[in-house]
Structure formats: structure tokens, C-alpha cells
């Protein structure tokens, strides 16, 4: 047997979907997403852009903490 609670709120994510999604787009959405996610090369290039951006964010980072020090040791 389900827990009353479980299918309380499987029934509310069904409402939302329902009201939110036509099953059309909810399928292309579906599709889309499995084939990036399955897709090696989509994959890997994903994966590439992100670690580049949290590279280029440590590297602003870093200078970041460089410029207050040296303002600091000169100020």
C-alpha cells in the first residue's frame, strides 16, 4: 500500500505538470534532456565549459585576493 502522504504529493506534482506542461513539451523537454545527458560529446563539452568558467572564477578570485593584499601592505 502507498503512503497517503506519497501519493498526496505524486498528486500534486501531476496537477502542476499538467497545468504547467502539455505532454508535447513535456516530451521534447524529456528528449532534450536525455540526449544531452546520454550524448558523450554534448557531455564532455558541457563539462569542459563549466570547468573553464570555474577556472576563470578561481583565477578572478585569486587576483582579487592578490590586489587586497598588496593594497593593504602598501596603504
Known sequence: MV?????KVLGR????LSVNL????FMMWA???CVIYFHPRI??????AAH???AAK?????????AEEL???SG
Open 3 to 7: 503512503n497517503p502522504l506519497i501519493g
Open 13 to 16: 506534482v501531476e496537477n502542476f
Open 22 to 25: 502539455n505532454p508535447g513539451r
Open 31 to 33: 528528449a532534450l534532456g
Open 43 to 48: 557531455k564532455a563539452s558541457a563539462l569542459k
Open 52 to 54: 573553464a568558467d570555474l
Open 58 to 66: 578561481r583565477q578572478m578570485a585569486e587576483e582579487r585576493r592578490l
Open 71 to 73: 593594497s593593504k601592505s
